[in-house]
Nanobody, 114 residues
Framework: VQLQASGGGLVQPGGSLRLSCAASGTRFSISTMAWHRQAPGKERELVASITSSGRTYYVDSLQRRFTISRGNDKKTMYLQMNSLEPEDTAVYYC?????????WGQGTLVTVSS
């Protein structure tokens, strides 16, 4: 399974970005997909996850600004990020769980700065 994350970039504080993650290389269903992020000098942390049925989970502090979703094909995932803050600067990684195995994308860099 290959995961391709995209949509990162430089944005000013208060701005918005939409990240995308596309999974390929499998005919089987992907159960849970998730976004994680790793800020400079910090450990990787979970941002949000979504099951194949659409059940979502968010880190409490991000729920009011971030929205996770999946495409109808269930192999694409999105993260709409609004009201971005400098503290959101990080490399954002997508994860997909297939038959109990986790797969990771290469990450996309989000920089929030004026």
């Amino acid at each position: 399974v290959q995961l391709q994350a995209s949509g990162g970039g430089l944005v000013q504080p208060g701005g918005s970005l939409r990240l995308s993650c596309a999974a390929s290389g499998t005919r089987f269903s992907i159960s849970t997909m998730a976004w994680h992020r790793q800020a400079p000098g910090k450990e990787r942390e979970l941002v949000a996850s979504i099951t194949s049925s659409g059940r979502t989970y968010y880190v409490d502090s991000l729920q009011r600004r971030f929205t996770i979703s999946r495409g109808n094909d269930k192999k694409t995932m999105y993260l709409q990020m609004n009201s971005l803050e400098p503290e959101d600067t990080a490399v954002y990684y997508c994860e997909a769980v297939l038959a109990g195995t986790a797969y990771w994308g290469q990450g996309t860099l989000v920089t929030v700065s004026s």
